[in-house]
């Protein structure tokens, strides 16, 4: 069956958001190196001795348990960690016209001081705070605000500052029409890199296919899209529980798109009912899994409190892939949590320490071990999964 190809590449709506102030210069190589080597030696001798480093809570500065339970998240996902505190990011912050780094090195620094304090008292992160707000006004204040939209905010900062593309070319509409899925796939997603190409999205970001099929021809277009997170609607059976797959089947179930969303169907030239159907093109290094708990998440008026029963290991999610070829086994190594109402809410962290391989619970200062029988629970609201690969970690 032939295939029609729509391509649309947003214009960039983020650079918009960077003050144009510019940044200072990074040290030299050889500094950096020596600092490299020191937190180095650092981790070694914390490997050695029996205290465990990481495991560093961080203050509440007012309402700011979902930063802070975002922040133990990303502090235990070892290739970002080690990213920041070999001082890696340095060789991606280059100064050639780079407008602000600041983000990104306070969140280095805090993950520094995270991993090699010598005592596990609890940190203050309000220099990052100060920055995080800086790039994304909306958190500025005391309010409480929703985890994931953080992680987003966060994750977004940290890419636009070590963006190997510093100057964005403008996007280019291509028709695309002639090539199969797959190359499709991979020219949509070189295209993507065009833009935004980082260390971040070399680990977080995956491509999701979404296939709409025209009810009255067949004719079937296809549209790929980086994502940075997948937003799970909880599936509801009744009472009792759900599982994660359920929730991923809903979210990639074949929906009918009718009435006001009837798209265009390209054969027919005219808005028809469709049928559309997700699947996974890309798989992410770390996939990030956001359980759609609140109605909406910046107006909270309800939230459902299902316990959705997620596997602590070999997460395979193959049935959703593109391809059949796919690899796509995951490890879970972190769970940001969220307890109560929706007016009244508390966030925590469950997080698998990368060194010991041990949980424990991340309650804003304090850093308790706990068992891993006890990570499920029906508070579980972003769920960090590692795509396993035995052979990439030694
Ligand atoms: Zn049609």
Redesign the pocket.
């Known amino acids: 069956m032939r295939q029609s190809y729509t391509v649309t590449i947003t214009e960039e709506p983020l650079l918009t958001l960077f003050n144009k102030e510019l940044r200072r210069k990074t040290p030299s190589v050889s500094g950096s190196m020596i600092v490299s080597t020191f937190v180095g030696l650092l981790i070694n001798q914390a490997k050695n001795s029996k205290t465990s480093q990481g495991l560093v809570g961080l203050r509440n500065l007012g309402n700011t348990c979902f930063m802070n339970s975002i922040l133990q998240c990303l502090s235990n996902t070892w290739e970002l960690r080690d990213y920041c505190i070999q001082n890696t990011y340095r060789r991606d912050l280059n100064n050639r016209g780079r407008t602000n780094t600041a983000l990104m090195e306070e969140f280095a620094k805090l993950l520094q001081t995270m991993w090699t304090s010598s005592s596990n008292d609890p940190i203050s992160p309000s220099e990052f705070k100060t920055q995080i707000q800086k790039y994304a006004p909306r958190f500025v204040g005391y309010n409480q605000q929703d985890a994931q939209e953080f992680l987003r905010f966060l994750l977004d900062g940290l890419h636009n500052e070590v963006n190997r593309v510093l100057v964005r070319s403008k996007a280019i509409v291509e028709d695309l029409d002639h090539l199969p899925d797959n190359e499709k796939g991979r020219r949509m997603w070189k295209k993507y890199l065009e833009r935004e190409d980082s260390w971040i999205v070399d680990h977080f970001v995956g491509q999701l296919k979404s296939s709409l099929t025209?009810s009255?021809?067949g004719?079937c277009s296809t549209v790929f899209d980086p994502f940075w997170d997948l937003s799970l609607p909880i599936s509801k059976k009744g009472y009792g529980e759900v599982s994660l797959m359920d929730c991923i089947r809903l979210f990639t179930k074949e929906d009918v798109l009718d009435g006001d969303e009837k798209p265009t169907?390209y054969?027919?030239k005219t808005r028809?009912k469709c049928t559309k159907k997700f699947t996974i093109q890309k798989f992410p290094k770390i996939l990030v899994l956001h359980l759609k708990r609140f109605s909406e998440a910046r107006i909270r008026t309800s939230k459902l409190t299902t316990f959705v029963n997620f596997p602590l290991k070999d997460l395979d999610l193959q049935e959703f892939s593109s391809e059949n070829s796919a690899h796509a086994v995951y490890n879970l190594y972190a769970v940001s949590n969220h307890s109560g109402t929706t007016m009244g809410g508390h966030y925590t962290a469950y997080c698998k320490n990368p060194q010991s391989a041990e949980w424990y619970n991340y309650n804003d200062s304090r850093v308790t071990p706990m068992s891993s029988n006890q990570i499920r629970t029906s508070d579980a609201y972003v769920l960090f999964y590692e795509l396993s690969c035995p052979s990439s970690r030694i």
């Open positions: 025209c009255e021809c004719y169907c054969r027919c028809r």
